[in-house]
Every structure is written in C-alpha cells, then in structure tokens.
C-alpha cells in the first residue's frame, strides 16, 4: 500500500505492524492483571490479533509447563 491507499482504504483494513517483543510484553501485562490504559489503546493500534492468540496460548503451555515442572520438583 503506498500513502494514497492509505486514506481510501477502511480503517480495520490497514496491516498492523507489531514487533514480536511487543506482543509478548502485551500478553505478560495482560497475564500479571496490570495495564496502563494508554498502553492498552497503544496496542490495540499496533499489534496483529493473530500474534497475541499465538503468543498468548504459548505463554500458557509455558506457565503450565513451569508449574508441573514446580510440582514433580517438590514432591
């Protein structure tokens, strides 16, 4: 899309650009309950949804990875 798209095209047509590092960042916020309001907008602007459901579902199987992990370590 060049500059002259940009102002035809729809707005939930434009291709976010997020980095990795702030999707993952978004997604540990969003796990730990703690979210500035601005930063939340922020994301809502930048970061592909599809990104967040991969890394939010790998940041699970990581949680639960580590807590088994914790659990077959104590006992």
Not at 24 to 31: E, I, P, Q, T, Y
Not at 53 to 65: Q, R, S
């Amino acid at each position: 899309m060049n500059h002259s798209d940009t102002k035809d095209a729809p707005p939930g047509a434009l291709q976010r650009k997020g980095s990795l590092l702030r999707t993952f960042k978004a997604v540990a916020w969003s796990l730990i309950g703690l979210r500035k309001g601005s930063e939340y907008q922020a994301d809502l602007e930048r970061i592909n949804p599809l990104h967040i459901i991969v890394v939010g579902l790998v940041a699970i199987f990581a949680l639960v990875a580590f807590l088994v992990a914790v659990v077959n370590w104590v006992v």
